[in-house]
C-alpha cells in the first residue's frame, strides 16, 4: 500500500490498511468534531506542544479527502462583506430603498 498523506497540518489523514484511515488534528474545534462521530474512535492523543488527536475511520482515502474538505470549507466565512459598494447595496435594499438606474424611490 503506498502510504499517501493528505491535509495540512491543522487537519491530515493517512491510510493505515485496507479500508481504514486515521484522520490527525491539532484543532480543538475538528477534534471536538471527529470525537462526535459515531464511525470513528480516538486511537492517540497528546498535549506536549499543544494539542494532537488522532482518530480512526473505517473508510477509504477519497472518503477522508472529502472529510477534510468539508471541514476546512466550514472554516471560511461565505457571507463576509467584500466591499463598501457591495454593502452600501445591501443596506438599501435592508431599508427597503431601491435604485434603478439613477432613479430612487421607496417601495
Sequence with gaps: MKA??????KLS???VAHGVCWVQTRSLLFARKLSRRA??????W????????????????AWARRL????????KVTNARLSASN?????????????EGRRQYVR
Excluded at 499517501?4 to 497540518?9: D, H, P, Q, V, Y
Aim: zero cysteines; glycine letters at 14%.
Design 46 to 61: 497528546g498535549v506536549s506542544g499543544g494539542i494532537l488527536r488522532t482518530f480512526e475511520f473505517s473508510h477509504g482515502m
Design 4 to 9: 499517501e498523506t493528505i491535509g495540512n497540518r
Design 68 to 75: 477534510i474538505a468539508r471541514y476546512q470549507s466550514a472554516e
Design 39 to 44: 464511525d470513528g474512535r480516538l486511537v492517540a
Design 13 to 15: 489523514a493517512w491510510p
Design 87 to 99: 454593502s452600501q447595496a445591501t443596506s438599501r435594499a435592508a431599508s427597503g430603498v431601491a435604485t
